[in-house]
C-alpha cells in the first residue's frame, strides 16, 4: 500500500469511530505523517512519534470500537514500514 492509501485508512478510522481517543489518534498520526512527508521532521522522529501512538493505543484498549482502533493501527504499522525504506 501507499503512504495515501494508508492515510486514507486513517481518515477512515477517524471518521468511522466516536471514540475521542480513536479520532485524536487518527489525526494526529495524519499530521506526523504530512509533518515527514514535508521534512519538518526526521525520520527517527518520525518512527518514535509513531511508535509513541501505537503504545497509547495498546494502553488504552478499552475503547469501544475495537475493530476500528485495530484498523488505525493496521494504518500506523504500513506508514512506519514505509518510513523505515526511506534512506
Request: hydrophobic share 40%; no cysteine; glycine share 4%.
Amino acid at each position: 500500500m501507499s503512504i495515501a492509501e494508508y492515510q486514507q485508512q486513517l481518515l477512515e478510522s477517524y471518521n468511522g469511530s466516536q471514540d475521542p481517543k480513536i479520532q485524536q489518534s487518527a489525526f494526529t498520526a495524519n499530521q506526523y505523517t504530512e509533518m515527514f512527508k514535508t521534512g519538518q521532521v526526521t525520520k527517527d522522529e518520525y518512527l518514535q512519534m509513531m511508535n509513541d501512538i501505537i503504545l497509547a493505543n495498546n494502553i488504552n484498549r478499552s475503547v469501544d470500537n475495537m475493530q476500528v482502533l485495530e484498523h488505525m493501527n493496521t494504518a500506523i504499522n504500513g506508514l512506519i514500514n514505509i518510513a523505515n525504506l526511506v534512506a
